[in-house]
Structures are given as C-alpha cells and as structure tokens.
C-alpha cells in the first residue's frame, strides 16, 4: 500500500514537471513560428532544417531557458536582423495604411450603405 | 457633374497605382542585412580553436586599427575562394583577422588550414552556430569589418571577391 502511495505521488511530480516542460515547448514553438529563416526566406525557422535555422533554433531555446520573455527575443532578434525577421509586423509609420486601410474602407462601405439605403431613416 | 468627378479620380487613382507599382518592381526583393542591424560588436566568449581555451573579444580585439572577423568553414566552398584575399590581407599592418569556425569539424578545418594557409591571428569555435546568430551574421562565409571603437563598418555577406577586396582597403585608408 505505502508503496502505491510514493509511486502515485511520484507519478503525480512527474506530470506537474513535464506540464511546465511541455510550456517552455510550446512558447519555443511559438517564437520559432514567427522567426523568418535566413537562408531560405519564405521559411520560417520552424520549417527549416538549414544550419543557421537550427544555430537559431538554438539562441531561442538558450534564450527562454535564461528567463526572456517573448517580447525580450523579438527586440534582440529585431535588433540583430531587423523588422524583416519577424513574421508578425509591427504596427509602425511605415505600414499604419496596411493595417487600417481594410478598417476605414469596411467603415467607408456602411456609412455609404446607411446614407444611400436609408437603413436608419425607415425605422 | 458627377460624372466627371469620378472620371478625374479614375484617372488619379490609376496612376496613383501605377507609380506605387512602377517603384514597387523596382525594390530588391531579396532581404540581407547589409545595411541594418547592430552597430557595436557584441563582446561573447567562446572557445580558442588550438588551445580550447576560453577566449573572449575583449581580450582578442586589441591594439590594432581594424579588425575584420571572418566566419569560416572548411565545408563551404566559397570559403576557399576567399582566402586568397585574406592571405593578401594579412599583410596589412593595420589590420587584424579573427576568424570565427562555423560548424566544423576540427580535422577538416585543420586540413584546410594547412592546404590554404593560416590569415587569422587568432580563430575561435563557434560549434553550434550560436556566437553567429548573436553576432547577427547571415551565412558562411561573412565578413565583418571593425573599427579601433569596435565598431561595425561594414558587413561582407559572402566571398570576398576582388571587387569587395577593394572595398575593404579603401576603408582602410580613407578612415586613417
């Protein structure tokens, strides 16, 4: 009996550790996705198997074990390699129009579709 | 009335397009980091080629005017292009090489060393590729060349060829 006990008991600290290990994974995963790969740029570092993708691979992993944030790896690797590195843009001056223009044309669209049908006028 | 209204922003609008398209075309599309990226050469430590000692570029990157560190490797080919230009190189007092052994295998690379010649004063292992990520290199073979404030001046993605060769001595000169 005391022995199922220790044994359930350590098998209960084993799935508590491998949850936290399996985040680290999936945050590691996550900043591979959005990492573009040098050599092949369509890639990103996820997909690739070249060398500098694996070496990369490498720095993220190296990076969250010393307690970076996700944020903290973006700006070092912004800072490296430029905006171009990542996958996600950022909203910045020289893209504001990429991300609000679908914005201001779908409003655009109802004001006309409310001015020109009067869907307010026949309530 | 309203008609004409519209055919004029037809037309602006047409070429508005073509104009965004016209200098779209014309914009590389293929990204290098030639011109971005880090200004100061970060200080890493890593481990000396022949003697396996820990070696930082605090301790390498001294007493010279510039420095150009090189990443290498005796399994890239264009390395093997390159290194006449700096067997050529070392020859010039103000200059300092470093080179940094990217991915290699210690007989390989020691093998290419003896067929080549040795340019570098000083070559350090960079075993898992990890020290050229930080650096913010882009391939092998790079080149970076530093000023006495360890400085980037320039980046080389890729052989250096006679052109860039020329490149590389007239910094060299117009900065002294």
């Known amino acids: 009996m005391k022995i199922k006990i220790i044994l359930l008991v350590i098998l209960v600290l084993i799935s508590f550790s491998k949850g936290s290990f399996s985040n680290e994974l999936k945050l590691e995963n996550k900043i591979n996705k959005n990492l573009r790969c040098l050599i092949c740029q369509g890639q990103s570092i996820y997909d690739s198997q070249s060398d500098f993708a694996e070496s990369m691979k490498l720095v993220v992993k190296q990076k969250i074990k010393a307690g970076m944030s996700e944020e903290d790896i973006y700006s070092f690797f912004k800072i490296q390699y430029g905006e171009w590195i990542l996958y996600d843009p950022q909203f910045n001056i020289k893209n504001f129009a990429l991300w609000l223009l679908p914005i201001v044309i779908f409003l655009a669209g109802g004001i006309i579709i409310i001015v020109k049908f009067g869907v307010l006028k026949k309530r | ?176």
């Open chain 2, 1 to 176: 009335m309203k008609n004409k209204y519209l055919k004029i922003f037809i037309i602006i609008f047409f070429i508005f397009s073509f104009f965004i398209f016209y200098y779209g075309l014309k914009q590389k599309d293929l990204y290098t980091t030639e011109n971005s990226g880090i200004q100061k050469f970060p200080n890493l430590t890593l481990h000396d080629f022949f003697t396996n000692k820990q070696t930082s570029f605090e301790d390498i990157l001294i007493d010279s005017n510039y420095y150009l560190v090189n990443i290498w490797s005796s399994w890239c080919l264009p390395c093997r292009d390159e290194h006449i230009y700096l067997t050529q190189l070392k020859k010039n007092s103000s200059v300092k090489i470093i080179g940094i052994n990217y991915k290699d295998k210690k007989n390989n690379a020691e093998k290419f060393l003896d067929e080549f010649g040795n340019p570098y004063e000083y070559i350090l292992n960079d075993k898992d590729g990890i020290a050229s990520i930080e650096i913010g290199a882009y391939g092998v073979p790079e080149s970076f060349i530093l000023n006495k404030q360890k400085e980037i001046v320039k980046k080389i993605i890729g052989p250096i060829d006679q052109k860039k060769f020329k490149t590389v001595l007239k910094i060299m000169k117009n900065e002294n």
